[in-house]
């Protein structure tokens, strides 16, 4: 075990998450990262293209889209894009979910399967006869009529019957048509891979965390992972997303920055800290900005919009 001072920390850190300048191609950077977080919310883009550009700067959009529908050297599964060498660590988790009934949301799921098992039958069937397919094309009398919305699904009950077998890893994402998302049978759409205990899949998705953030909190402080390189980090300037993983944990983040930031887009008006109080409903727009000045150490928060060619973004200095 290598115990760190706090500056170190911050630069191996930085340095980990490619942020240093370092990163050279799209897929490498990704499977640096581990995954990237997918999120519909994209004022200026979506979260999983702001990490990437935070990374590489400018850089072909399309290819991301590649990698995943052309190449299949990506592969997406619960909200997140992995590289497709981690498909058997995401299938012994997807396993886990069909069988678990341990919390509430998973004795749910079951419970809706079981009750629309015949409606399950024909999205399975119609999916195996014509699949890819957009949830659209799955609409039938068979279809649950609820009570009351789901709190994320609303009334959508195919997408949510998709959702469910998504999450089990019986149907995939197998493209994007805008926002839509064509669906296919799994077990079809993912290529053959070896099957990995759930215990193995945790243990190596823990390392691959540990390795992709650098340094983890001990009681001893701050110990830096065996690959961990040190060393100054290049006079660069980026933005970070709201979803960029060096600051994601919001509490890890202040520990090792000293930088307490919250995103707020789902606050009240009224209850926003000053620093972001101007923020409105797609302030999810939100950056953290680290210039040079501080050694890598994320600095300020920054209200970015969409707004056209030659517009400007608005800023809120912290």
């Known amino acids: ?3 760190v001072s706090p500056a170190e920390a911050r630069r191996i850190a930085v340095r980990a998450q490619l942020l240093d300048g370092s990163a050279t191609g799209l897929l490498d950077t990704i499977r640096a990262l581990g995954r990237l977080q997918i999120d519909p919310i994209s004022t200026v883009a979506p979260p999983q293209q702001l990490v990437l550009w935070s990374r590489l700067g400018p850089h072909d959009v399309g290819e991301l889209d590649r990698l995943l529908w052309d190449e299949r050297k990506l592969f997406e599964w619960d ?3 992995w590289p497709i060498e981690a498909l058997p660590l995401a299938q012994a988790r997807m396993r886990r979910r069909r069988r678990s009934r341990h919390y509430k949301h998973e004795r749910w799921s079951h419970e809706f399967l079981e009750q ?3 409606f399950k039958r024909y999205v399975l069937r119609e999916l195996e006869r014509n699949g890819p397919m957009l949830s659209r094309d799955l609409q039938h009398e068979l279809a649950p009529r609820p009570d009351e919305p789901h709190r994320w699904w609303g009334t959508r009950e195919v997408t949510l019957m998709l959702e469910i077998l998504y999450s089990h890893g019986v149907v995939a994402v197998a ?11 799994a077990e079809r759409w993912y290529p053959e891979v070896e099957t990995i205990s759930l215990r193995d899949a945790d243990r190596l998705l823990a390392e691959q965390r540990f390795r992709a953030q650098g340094v983890r909190r001990t009681k001893r402080g701050w110990e830096a992972h065996p690959a961990a390189v040190d060393g100054p980090v ?7 997303s709201p979803f960029d993983p060096l600051i994601h944990d919001r509490d890890r983040t202040e520990t090792l920055f000293d930088f307490h930031y919250r995103l707020e887009m789902y606050v009240p008006k009224a209850k926003r800290s000053t620093a972001t109080g101007m923020r409105e409903r797609h302030g999810a727009g939100d950056v953290s900005l680290r210039p040079r000045s501080l050694d890598g150490a994320p600095y300020g928060t920054a ?6 060619p030659g517009a400007t973004g608005e800023k809120a200095a912290k």
Request: charged residues 25%.
């Open 116 to 118: 629309n098992a015949r």
């Open 79 to 81: 909200a997140h894009i």
């Open 303 to 308: 209200v970015m919009r969409f707004c056209g």
């Open 175 to 185: 493209g994007r048509l805008g926002k839509q998302r064509p669906w296919d049978l």
């Open 234 to 240: 290049s006079d660069r300037v980026t933005f970070l």
């Open 1 to 3: 075990m290598t115990i």
